[in-house]
């Protein structure tokens, strides 16, 4: 998981109807987040990855351009050239 567990609980807490409604939405978008903003210590996860569309790990100073829509995903680097890259096309993408 990443995201952030607070040690104090929040100054302006939502009230619990809007709390619900905030959690909902956010299940919908992030599958699998664990949220609780109401508890005297806050938290907001959410599975590591779990948006990701494309994974690529490089080399400092060989990223490809964040904005190029093209990049292919390439993990060679963390699992090695023996694993099968799987390249996700625009059109799965968009589902």
Known sequence: YAGDIYSQPLGLKPP???????????KQAVPGVI?????????????????AQTIRIDLPGTEPD???????????LLFGTSHPTINVHDSAKRR
């Open 66 to 76: 964040i904005m190029d829509i093209a990049t292919e995903e390439d993990t060679s």
């Open 16 to 26: 619990p109807f809007i709390h619900k409604i905030i959690i909902k939405i956010m």
């Open 35 to 51: 949220m609780d903003l109401l508890s005297d210590s806050p938290k907001v996860l959410a599975l590591s990855f779990s948006g």
